[in-house]
T-cell receptor
């Protein structure tokens, strides 16, 4: 365990479904991130939360909706996804956005959209 | 814009061969550099990092990396790879933002 826990590990959903990914960290970090990892593509930063405030949204389609109720929890709500959204979704945390002494990553949620 | 490039998409080596994975970054200011590794089916984990001081950085599992400022490079090395080093390796840089390279897949043949 890395200290960053993601659930579920695997998710298969239809294009009309609504589901949520969950990320939890108990490292005392104040910044949390969602990344998308697709085959043969660089890691794509999706969202950044710093002290519970969303500070970055890298042109992510609105069918992805993040939520950060507190510094320890981060959600990614999914709605009407497309097959090309199938990927590994990684959550990460760091001390805060401006002092990146490395990130701690979760194991990811493998999402398949059918 | 800040970017990180990695020279090779896929490297195949035999056990005991020496490894060098290239990484170059583009950023004119002070930069922190990292190498992460992702073993099959596992999470990304930090191998080593450079913030300042000695440009030769030693990490876990016998890996090291050298920061060459004049070349904007931070290449990863290991003198003798093992089958268990088979993984994907990501270089990352923090200047204005945290940016990952596209990754290099390393396959070590037993």
């Amino acid at each position: 365990e890395t200290g960053v826990t993601q659930t579920p590990r695997h998710l298969v959903m239809g294009m009309t479904n609504k589901k949520s990914l969950k990320c939890e960290q108990h490292l005392g970090h104040n910044a949390m991130y969602w990344y998308k990892q697709s085959a043969k593509k660089p890691l794509e930063l999706m969202f950044v939360y710093n002290f519970k405030e969303q500070t970055e949204n890298n042109s992510v389609p609105s069918r992805f909706s993040p939520e950060c109720p507190n510094s320890s929890h981060l959600f990614l709500h999914l709605h009407t996804l497309q097959p090309e959204d199938s990927a590994l979704y990684l959550c990460a945390s760091s001390q805060d956005r401006n002092t990146p002494y490395g990130y701690t990553f979760g194991s990811g949620t493998r999402l398949t959209v059918v | 814009a800040q970017s990180v490039s990695q020279h090779n998409h896929h490297v195949i080596l035999s056990e005991a061969a020496s490894l060098e994975l290239g990484c170059n970054y583009s950023y004119g200011g002070t930069v922190n550099l990292f190498w992460y590794v992702q073993y099959p089916g596992q999470h990304l984990q930090l191998l080593l990092k450079y913030f300042s001081g000695d440009p030769l950085v030693k990490g876990i599992k016998g890996f090291e990396a050298e920061f060459i400022k004049s070349k904007f490079s931070f290449n990863l090395r290991k003198p003798s790879v093992q089958w268990s080093d088979t993984a994907e390796y990501f270089c990352a840089a923090y200047g204005q933002n945290f940016v990952f390279g596209p990754g290099t897949r390393l396959s070590v043949l037993p």
